[in-house]
């Protein structure tokens, strides 16, 4: 049972370059969402999906833009990386939105020099 | 006043103790309540869902206060693997929003042998 599941685990960048995380789950979810997580902060809401071809914003999008294509698959872009945005990145899913609990993936550990 | 407060600890506990934590929360329309469970560097995994009426999971319990707004976890005859935070977890239902849970910052419970 892969459950939801993210790549790359680990990404270094320099300041200014970009790249694209993605998450993709095999629950035949219809909500996915990006999290942040960074210390004495908790998680933050990126951006979350209600469905495929959907995004709408989270607590902190300025600097990501995310996708939805395809229902199991859920993908997060920074278009120009800033120091800032160094984190650990969680993906997760639910059936639906409120009331549901959400599935996480393990994690993607950003460093952006 | 924060959405959903936790005390941080660290609460340091004796193994085989029996320890307990709460969560406040601000909205009164709150819900769905849930806590989960975070190792070190892990993700976020689903410990229990938390009913109106309390509900038990082996050695967890967890309650609802809803006049009180907290929710509670008790945790029986603590082992070593328990060691973790522990996140607290409340949706405030806003009709299909996603954006309505919010995750406490967490209590860190470390278990001593």
């Known amino acids: 049972n892969a459950g939801v599941t993210q790549t790359p685990k680990f990404r270094v960048l320099k300041t200014g370059q970009s790249m694209t995380l993605l998450c993709a789950q095999d629950?035949?979810?219809?909500?996915m969402y990006w999290y942040r997580q960074d210390p004495g902060m908790g998680l933050r809401l990126i951006h979350y999906?209600?469905?495929?071809?959907t995004t709408a914003k989270g607590e902190v999008p300025d600097g990501y833009n995310v996708s939805r294509l395809k229902k199991q698959n859920f993908l997060l872009g920074l278009e120009s990386a800033a120091p800032s945005q160094t984190s650990v990145y969680f993906c997760?899913?639910?059936?639906w939105g409120d009331g549901q609990p959400q599935h996480f993936g393990d994690g993607t550990r950003l460093s952006i020099l | 006043r924060k959405e959903v407060e936790q005390d941080p600890g660290p609460f340091n506990v004796p193994e085989g103790a029996t320890v307990a934590f709460n969560c406040t929360y601000s909205?009164?329309?709150?819900?769905?309540f849930f806590w989960y469970r975070q190792d070190c560097r892990k993700e976020p995994k689903l410990l229990m869902s938390?009913?109106?009426s309390g509900n038990e999971d082996g050695r967890f319990t967890a309650q609802l206060n809803r006049a009180s707004q907290y929710i509670s976890l008790l945790i029986r005859d603590s082992k070593l693997s328990d060691s973790a935070t522990y996140l607290c977890?409340?949706?405030?239902?806003?009709?299909?929003?996603?954006?309505?849970?919010?995750f406490g910052k967490g209590t860190h419970l470390i278990i001593q042998p």
């Open positions: 997760a899913s639910s059936y």
């Open positions: 909205n009164s329309a709150s819900q769905s």
């Open positions: 938390v009913y109106s």
């Open positions: 977890v409340v949706n405030i239902g806003s009709g299909g929003g996603a954006d309505g849970l919010t």
């Open positions: 629950m035949n979810h219809e909500y």
């Open positions: 999906s209600v469905g495929e071809g």
